[in-house]
């Protein structure tokens, strides 16, 4: 049976890097769709996007494309959309089959992606975003050591070529939903790629961020937090084990 998933990339992504694991999905016989969200195409204006904005962005791609029954995959930052997605397609029953989340945040309401991240991390941000009219890039030190683990430099260097600047206020800006995860009546998933340091160990991603969706599906495999990139097939698998009835 041919199932349709939109993959939601992460922050400083756009929707190319998804592909070759849309790649891997398509030769399972899935329907994949990589849209880019507002904030991270060729020209916007990172000043001014926020939140709101890639939520919208991701809604119109749906619906545009008259999609139903799909699975929503969110990496990382993705996972702020795709909630906020669900949350407003919520009351249209049979949009949305399953959500899977991919080593990505669940926010609770009138929460912000900064509220889930270490000290440290959001200090860094503030200075880049204040030096760069409200745009934030990693360091290539962080992505190398705590992103993409798990490729050798030549791939985390190519990789991180790929990066484009990301509108701050996506990270600063409170979410606005009617509910907790929790409550949605929905199939949900988590896909925690276990060596994935994006967050410390004593931040992680899974179960503190995982157990916020209620009753879900846990799905594990080996591999850093840019899968994307270092082992798209394997992270193909894990996400189809994830999406599957």
């Not at 949900?188 to 916020?212: F, G, M, T």
């Amino acid at each position: 049976m041919s199932d349709t998933y939109v993959l939601i990339h992460g922050a400083w992504h756009t929707g190319a890097e998804m592909e070759a694991v849309a790649n891997g999905l398509r030769e399972a016989g899935h329907t994949v769709h990589c849209p880019t969200l507002a904030g991270n195409r060729p020209g916007d204006d990172r000043a001014k996007i926020g939140l709101a904005d890639a939520i919208d962005s991701a809604l119109q791609y749906i619906e545009e494309k008259n999609l139903s029954q799909l699975r929503l995959v969110g990496h990382s930052y993705g996972g702020m959309v795709i909630t906020g997605v669900a949350d407003r397609l919520a009351q249209q029953p049979g949009r949305i089959a399953r959500l899977v989340y991919v080593n990505a945040f669940v926010p609770q309401p009138g929460e912000s992606l900064n509220d889930m991240v270490p000290p440290h991390y959001v200090a860094l941000f503030d200075a880049v975003a204040a030096a760069n009219d409200q745009a934030v890039t990693l360091p290539f030190e962080i992505w190398r050591d705590a992103f993409i683990n798990d490729a050798d430099m030549a791939l985390a260097r190519s990789a991180y070529e790929q990066l484009n600047p990301h509108p701050y206020r996506t990270f600063t800006d409170k979410i606005v939903l009617s509910q907790p995860m929790a409550a949605l009546q929905v199939g949900k998933s988590y896909v925690n790629c276990q060596q994935d340091i994006a967050l410390p160990h004593s931040l992680p991603w899974h179960p503190r961020l995982s157990e916020r969706l209620g009753l879900f599906r846990l799905v594990e495999c080996p591999g850093s937090h840019e899968m994307f990139f270092s082992n798209p097939q394997r992270l193909a698998q894990a996400i189809l084990e994830a999406g599957r009835d």
